[in-house]
């Protein structure tokens, strides 16, 4: 009976992965720096049009998903992750925002990867002072966000 207890403890250690120092640890990339990109930083866009989001993804690893997030900033709160401030209006209440967020999984788990994602504003929302946030996981589940100050005309 002990034989079999030291075999069945000896099975378990043996079974158990080691680390090979390979987990991932990295947070993924959002690339809005390339000619292509759209919207950066104090972009504005215009209400009854549709337009292409564009940002280039990677990772060490894989890639997992992506989300966008554009909501107004009328009250002047703040999610910037980049360095440039852009004229603001004044404060105002919202009547009718533009109101955008919706998930998107990256097929294939690649390191890297272009997303393009076509979005309309309606004609009837709010002008003024929005933000639109990228956030981008990788498949462990690192997590990036950019956060960017845009206008709606």
Known sequence: MKRIIIFFAMASLLSCGKDDGTTDTEYPVIDIAYADAFPVQCSTIQRGETFVFR?????????????????DNFDHHTHSTEVNECDMEPVKTPVKPFVYINSFEIPGAPRIYEASVELTVPADVDPGDYH??????????????RGLSIKIQ
């Open 132 to 145: 639109f946030m990228i956030r981008v996981t990788d498949r462990e589940g690192w997590q990036t966000m």
């Open 55 to 71: 940002a280039k993804f990677s990772d060490n690893v894989a890639l997992g998903s992506f989300s966008l997030d554009v909501h």
